[in-house]
C-alpha cells in the first residue's frame, strides 16, 4: 500500500540557517511527490511538485527537494530559513489510481527561532 | 490562479444539528475532496468526487455525507453533529491527472459543542 512517512513531528531552526525536512514514500511505481505548506489558520498552500526529469525541483518561497529513488525520498530543503516559514510542512504522493485522493504525511511542524 | 471558497471560516454548532459546509471553485476540476484535519493526525480523507453526482469514500466517512450537484460545488453535511466532529475541514479540488497538485481552500474550523 502507498505511504508517505515524514519522520519529524517538530524541527527548531535558528533563523539564516538551513533547512531540511525529510520525506520517505512507499510507492511500487514512479511516483508524483508534492511538498505543501500551510500557515497557522490558512489551507494548504502547494510549494512544489515533482512527476518526471530532473530530480531536483524549484519551487516557490526559496524551496527545493530532491527526489532520489534509491532511498524513496522527497527532502524540502532550503539554504537560508526566514522567520516566515514557520509552518507545517506536508508531503503527499499521488494515488496509483488516477482520479484519486493524495497521500499525505502526517506534517512536520517547523519553529524558527531568533 | 485557482480560487477554492469555503463558505465559512469558523462555525458553531450544537449537538444533534444537521451541518452544511460548503465548498466553491472557479477551474472547472472534475474532482473534489474533503479533509478532516486534527492535531498529530494529518489530514484524512472523508469523501471526494471525481464528477457531478459521483462520490467515493475516503478513509473516515462515518458521520458524513456530501453532495455535488454542480461541477463548481461540493458540499460536506453532518448528519448530527457530535462533539468529536470538532476539527478543521479542508476542501480541494484538482484535475483528474495523477499528476495533477490538489487547490486548497483556506479551511473551516467547526466547534460543536
Known amino acids: 500500500a502507498q505511504s508517505v512517512t515524514q519522520p519529524d513531528i517538530h524541527i527548531t531552526v535558528s533563523e539564516g540557517a538551513s533547512l531540511e525536512l525529510r520525506c520517505n514514500y512507499s510507492?511500487?511505481?514512479?511516483?508524483?511527490l508534492f511538498w505543501y505548506v500551510q500557515s497557522p489558520g490558512q489551507g494548504l498552500q502547494l510549494l512544489l511538485k515533482?512527476?518526471?526529469?530532473?530530480?531536483l525541483v524549484q519551487g516557490i518561497k526559496g524551496f527545493e527537494a530532491e527526489f532520489k529513488r534509491s532511498q524513496s525520498s522527497f527532502n524540502l530543503r532550503k539554504p537560508s530559513v526566514h522567520w516566515s516559514d514557520a509552518a507545517e510542512y506536508f508531503c503527499a504522493v499521488g494515488a496509483a489510481q488516477a482520479g484519486t485522493a493524495l497521500i499525505f504525511g502526517k506534517g512536520t511542524t517547523l519553529s524558527v527561532s531568533s | 490562479d485557482v480560487k477554492v471558497t469555503q463558505s465559512s471560516r469558523y462555525l458553531v454548532k450544537r449537538t444533534g444539528e444537521k451541518v452544511f459546509l460548503e465548498c466553491v471553485q472557479d477551474?472547472?476540476?472534475?474532482?473534489m475532496f474533503w479533509y478532516r484535519q486534527d492535531p498529530g493526525l494529518g489530514l484524512r480523507l472523508i469523501y471526494f468526487s471525481y464528477d457531478v453526482k459521483m462520490k467515493e469514500k475516503g478513509d473516515i466517512p462515518e458521520g458524513y455525507s456530501v453532495s455535488r450537484e454542480k461541477k463548481e460545488r461540493f458540499s460536506l453535511i453532518l448528519e448530527s453533529a457530535s462533539t468529536n466532529q470538532t476539527s478543521m475541514y479542508l476542501c480541494a479540488s484538482s484535475f483528474p491527472d495523477r499528476y495533477q497538485p490538489q487547490h486548497f481552500g483556506d479551511g473551516t474550523r467547526l466547534s460543536i459543542l
Open positions: 510507492y511500487g511505481a514512479t511516483p508524483y
Open positions: 477551474m472547472d476540476h472534475e474532482n
Open positions: 515533482y512527476f518526471s526529469g530532473d530530480t
